[in-house]
């Protein structure tokens, strides 16, 4: 078993794709994150969908959430407003979250030894320049131990 | 709309349920992590599923994942080895993920202020000391952008 073998479809963004598209995405797959490919179609980041929410969300406010109740307004109505007009590469932070990148022929241990140490939950598989799949950690955790 | 309006039913364990059915739980329902409740049913901590592959894999392999290569075996056979026994309290690091926790009455933008803070994928909603649900990033992002 090898990290092709286990590299699933998953939803896949550009830097250029819509910011709505992109939180629609997330939305509609309940996902914790998007890989973001770059214009030549290789794994660039992730997207997590708190970093959406950071986006959109003014920092005084992160910085104390208490006056998020002042403000009385919902977070749907902001969230349509800021994300329009926006590009994934908008929502991007300065330094994005790296995403972990390894070979078809590599191991499962390998994929898991790469998670483990970077606390992260998918790494994309590339062979050849094409990017094969992903496989998150659950995905891992569910071949281990499939009944 | 408020907090509690938005909270769902998610997978929950607490501190004392088996390790093997954690990891079966994040892998059937495809999470990146599991709200921890304590003894007292209260909301304690997340479990990533990261954190299990951390607890599995030896600390060389993690600082060196090309290690894992030379080691030869299947992430599989390790995973289900190194968890038979063990408890989810066991999974948890000394210093666990903290689970962020608001009140049902909170708004929706406090939600998402609390999650763009602590980078953080959910949040606990309790209400008189019940634990009402869990509203996670893509969930506030669906209801916000639905068609």
């Known amino acids: 078993m090898l990290a092709r073998d286990l590299a699933e479809e998953y939803p896949i963004v550009s830097v250029d794709?819509?910011?709505?598209?992109?939180?629609?995405?997330?939305?509609?797959?309940?996902l914790s994150?998007?890989?973001v490919?770059?214009?030549?179609?290789?794994?660039k980041a992730i997207l997590p969908a708190s970093q959406v929410l950071r986006f959109v969300i003014p920092t005084y406010v992160q910085d104390d959430p208490s006056l998020a109740r002042v403000i009385g307004e919902a977070a749907a109505d902001r969230i349509v407003r800021e994300l329009r007009g926006r590009t994934v590469g908008d929502?991007?932070?300065e330094k994005p979250s790296v995403l972990p990148v390894l070979k078809g022929e590599d191991t499962t241990l390998?994929?898991?030894a790469l998670m483990a140490q970077l606390h992260c939950p998918l790494v994309a598989v590339v062979d050849e320049g094409?990017?094969?799949g992903v496989?998150?950690?659950a995905h891992l955790l569910e071949h281990a131990l499939r009944e």
């Open 135 to 137: 496989v998150t950690a």
């Open 17 to 30: 794709t819509d910011a709505m598209e992109a939180a629609r995405l997330l939305g509609r797959h309940r």
């Open 91 to 93: 929502l991007l932070p």
């Open 37 to 43: 490919t770059d214009s030549d179609g290789m794994p």
């Open 33 to 35: 994150g998007l890989v």
């Open 110 to 112: 390998e994929l898991a």
């Open 130 to 132: 094409r990017l094969l």
